[in-house]
């Protein structure tokens, strides 16, 4: 599927363990990048799309969690396998709730680890598809002009012609006009794919902008 | 009136001791005291005693005896005595005489004198004795037999009308015993002449010393002061028929002795004042002799008479030493008691001190646990870092060797970091026991400061990295030596950081660091500071806080920083906290740099 290698990031403060981890995940035939802290991490933020982390809970400075916080927004699309020699359900419960892919107890059997990398891996390919797909929408949503972009907006949340034209103050003919247009532009035949494309972009739904 | 009522009543006998001389004179006063005590012992204290001394022997003369009647007679006008007990002749021919002016009506009894004596004095019939013969013949018998070959006799005498008396019957009673004697008297002399003679008097003599009250020059003496002077110088042994004479130099004589004297007066006068009927008796005699002065002379105790009452006797040493030994042995007693006591106080002490000690090591190892149960959490969780990376080795080992062409100097390698993993599991669990290591004794050591600092801070790795704390530690190069025992300051510091660490808890405090110090604070003494970046303490609660059972913590029992404290004094070193400068607290301890050995 990945068109790169697969590159595991190991996040651990701890040498010795690092060092262990980092063959055992190779034997796995992946590539693997070590860092020793947060900071060192987002220092040296991976290039590559393809992968996922592997993240100490507790280290020195900035902790697996408030880490976990940043790279949600820096790198959205590496899925985050937390490993911790303390493992206590709130920090599990907060960890997956922050949206990390996995959360493993020290010390890991291979068996656990490698199902845990194939997941994450997994989740990796399917965030980078969906990752594509919305970019190529983006990149259609972006040809639209700014009058077309208000429309589209307007007609998702189930707006009639005549209702978009009295927000807009313009001509209902007009705004059927654009309709078509903007049909045409994203390639879609029905008002029910526009409301899908709408959704996939965060345009509509609670988080709306 | 008041004579009347005394009359009326029952009241107590009155008793008259008449001395002849005065006060020094050994003789009458022995026998005086003897006769008051007896009388007082007998009534119970029920008698009226007087004494006067006539001073006859300075003031010889009738004025001073007609002054001496008037006076007593007016004395004793309205106190009449009931009996007079005269002792020496003088006295008793002078109360004889005054007897209607000074105690109409009194019993007249006397001691002192021989029977010879009281004839010449013509006393009534009614006037009762206590008769003593001075033989002088007795005491020369005593003379010849302890110097059976004695040629010479020398015999001295005074010059008072006493003296005189004294030479006149001892010429009489000596003339037949010591016939076969060449006999000299040394009489009419002065003392120093009589002192001088008898210096020079031959080696076979017997000298008797009569009294000498006046010399020729009208010196006057106490007889034994006199027996002294001769007794001294004298080349020849010395005896004398008085026993006030022993001591002073004089070998002994015969004697009826003072006591049984005024003994024997004092029977008379009770026996008068209780008015039974009285007759003359006479005062038992012995022959005396001083033990010292027949050492001086060579003579032998065993030729003395039987019964002879023996002075001076060289006693043995405890006869000798009786009061020091008794004294001393009684101090030995009581120092043995006092050391005895001081002894078990000590031993008390010593219990009561290993028993302190004891609940110290208790409380301690109470303390330790509540730490060690606080901080193992973190630490076994610590535990979890080598076993996984062991394990996480071991899987990578076996999948290599699985392959097909395995990377055997990797699995080597991989076996090399097994080993040290392991070994820093093993070292975990160790610190871990040492936290929970009970102590039934001190276990001294000698152990650098530093050392103890570095094995806390890895204990307390992994909780304070658990919270969010940094810790670092600042610590000169140079070994810091102190004499403890390891476990115990390890606690104290892990103390100290715990309530470091529960300073910092508080979330607003930004910046969350707990650093030690090590120190040379001067020749003698190292110090440790642990400061945080808290909120310090307040000032007025600085002193308090090691106070047991202070806390102000929930879940504090109050006993960490006191029995840090303990700690730190049993190894002879002082805690204290204070705040610093930038903010936070700061505890320090002194320990005594251990003398390099």
Known sequence: MSTMAAIVHIVDDDASFQKALRRLVETYGLCVSCYESGEDFLARLPKSRTGCILLDLEMPGLSGQELQERLVRTVPLLPIVFLTGRGTIAASVQAIKGGAQDFLEKPVSSITLRSAIDHALSENDRRRIVNQENEALQARVAKLTRTQVQVFDLIVRGARNREVALALNKNERTIKAHRQNIMANLGVASVAEMVSIAEKMGRIGKDAK | MAVARAEVVDRSPRALILYPYDERLAATAIAGETARKRLIETTGGKIDLYSEFLDLSRFPEEAHIDRMARYLSEKYSDHAPDVVMALGDLATSFIVRHRNEIAPGAKIVFAGFGRDSAAKLNLPADVVGAFSEFQIARTFELARALQPDAKNLFIIGGSSAFDREWLDSART???????DFHVTYLENLAIDEVVERSSRIPEDSIVLYLTIFTDITGRNFLPKDAAKLIAAKASAPVYGP???????????????????????????????????SIKDIVVPETFFADARQLKRWGISESALPAGTVLSFKEPNVWEEYWPQITGILALIAVQATVIAGLLIERRRRFAAEDESRLRLLELVHLNQSATAGALSASIAHELNQPLGAILSNTEAAEAILKSKTPDLNLVKQILVDIREDDQRAGDIIRRLRGLLKKRSEIEWQEFDLNDVVDSSMTILHAEAQKRGIVVKAESPTRRLPVRADRVHLQQVILNLASNAMDALADPATPDRKLTFQTSLTDDANVELSIADTGRGIPNDRLDTIFTPFYTTKSTGTGLGLSIARAIVETYGGKIWADNSAAGGAVFRFVLPLAKAA
Do not use: C, R, W
């Not at chain 2, 009673?173 to 016939?179: F, Q, T």
């Not at chain 2, 006030?244 to 026996?271: C, H, P, R, W």
């Open chain 2, 242 to 276: 008085y026993d006030t004479y022993v001591g002073q130099g004089i070998v002994g004589g015969n004697t009826a002795t003072f006591e049984s004297m005024g003994y024997a007066i004092a029977g008379l006068a009770l026996d008068a004042v209780a008015g039974k």
């Open chain 2, 173 to 179: 009673d000596l003339a037949v015993p010591a016939k």
